[in-house]
Nanobody, 127 residues
Framework: VQLQASGGGSVQPGGSLTLSCTDS????????IAWFRQAPGKAREWVSC????????YYADSVKGRFTISRDNAKNTVYLQMNSLKPEDTAVYYC?????????????????????WSQGTLVTVSS
């Protein structure tokens, strides 16, 4: 399994960016794709999840109402639409994947269960 993340960049506060995560190599369709981020000097933080099996979505409180996760099955790509960006959203963003039977609603919000990771893509929000 491989994950390819893209779409990072620099924006001003209040701006928008869309991150993409394209996966390949899965032989099942019941897996979870998550976005995590890591700011300098801070721990990796869960941002959002998409359950490929039932289409359910989940968001951290810090991004709820501003970020939207979605998937294009034809392109095997999960998108993270980020609106109303704030300086505190500045971080390296990673997408990660795990077979859904290996996580619960609690553990899907932690990095440990995720077996597959993308390279990071940097998002900088600054005026």
């Amino acid at each position: 399994v491989q994950l390819q993340a893209s779409g990072g960049g620099s924006v001003q506060p209040g701006g928008s960016l869309t991150l993409s995560c394209t996966d390949s190599g899965f032989t099942v369709d019941y897996y979870v794709i998550a976005w995590f981020r890591q700011a300098p000097g801070k721990a990796r933080e869960w941002v959002s999840c998409f359950n490929r099996g039932d289409g359910s979505t989940y968001y951290a409180d810090s991004v709820k109402g501003r970020f939207t996760i979605s998937r294009d099955n034809a392109k095997n790509t999960v998108y993270l639409q980020m609106n109303s960006l704030k300086p505190e959203d500045t971080a390296v963003y990673y997408c990660a994947a795990v077979i859904s039977t290996f996580v619960t609603l609690t553990t899907m919000k932690t990095p440990d269960p995720y077996k597959y990771w993308s390279q990071g893509t940097l998002v900088t929000v600054s005026s």
